[in-house]
């Protein structure tokens, strides 16, 4: 127990169980919101660590918020500067995308998708406390209006002049009496001082190390079918009696890749 306090005092919003519990709160997360757009923003609903699938790959969304206009709101926390790629936010604006409309919905119901990355360094290095990406036509300089919004907040700079600078020193606070906006304060403060919240931050953070473990075996078992499926192809290959279409359906593998495998052979 005493090793699980030590553990939760040294925490912050930037770390993935404390933001995940902590944001689980619509208050704090409007405040983020409305400081990062610089707008109201009501939200109805939050989840955090909501998983998306894709008939072929998902991914896991930190916080996915939704507003009384059914505007949809992605937040990344990420320390690491390349799990912030800008591939990865155009991913998570698509995957959102899929899950906006019903079948014979029609596309102008579409609602506007926001995905912000909160990010521990200056990941787009251009020295800005905020960069906001929105698609424009490029021989006009017209703005796109298409609804798909990607901001990238860097949390480097944490100048407490603004209201942003504000946000992120108490992104990165670990002690609540030293933190600016006092919603996130109380809530930082339940979590690190109050007996029940130190109990569910504690099975929170069990459940998420328990998570890791079984993500880990399993991208460990998918490596190794992987690895089986390209050992038996290249020993088909090698032998040379089956055609490219026969080796991809007994080893299982797109015939884009055996063709691969054929060609770097060669």
């Not at 591939?87 to 596309?107: C, K, N, Q, V």
């Not at 504000?166 to 933190?179: G, N, V």
């Amino acid at each position: 127990m005493a090793r699980d306090l030590e553990r939760i005092r040294n925490y912050c919003l930037m770390d993935d169980v404390f933001m995940s519990e902590c944001l689980k709160d619509i208050p704090c997360v409007e405040l983020v919101l409305k400081i990062i757009l610089q707008r109201d923003v009501r939200v109805t609903e939050v989840r955090t660590q909501e998983v998306m699938r894709s008939w072929r790959r998902g991914a896991q969304l930190d916080v996915f918020a939704t507003d009384e206009e059914d505007d949809r709101y992605n937040v990344e926390v990420q320390r690491k500067s390349e799990g912030a790629a800008l591939r990865r936010a155009r991913y998570h604006i698509s995957l959102m995308d899929t899950y906006a409309l019903y079948a014979g919905e029609d596309f102008d119901e579409l609602r506007d998708n926001y995905v912000i990355f909160i990010t521990e360094r200056d990941v787009l290095k251009g020295g800005l406390p905020l960069y906001t990406i929105d698609r424009v036509i490029r021989e006009t300089g017209q703005r796109l209006e298409d609804g798909a919004h990607i901001l990238y907040v860097n949390g480097a700079m944490r100048d407490a002049d603004t209201p942003l600078g504000k946000l992120m020193h108490d992104f990165f606070c670990k002690d609540p009496d030293q933190m600016h906006y006092r919603v996130l304060a109380d809530r930082t403060r339940y979590f690190k001082e109050n007996e029940e919240g130190i109990r569910e931050m504690s099975s929170a953070s069990e459940e998420l190390r328990e998570e890791g473990r079984r993500e880990g075996e399993k991208r460990g078992r998918k490596e190794g079918l992987k690895e089986g499926k390209m050992e038996a192809a290249q020993r088909m290959l090698q032998a040379g009696e089956l055609a490219l279409e026969k080796i991809a359906q007994y080893s299982g593998l797109p015939l884009l890749r055996v063709q691969e495998l054929a060609w770097q052979a060669k």
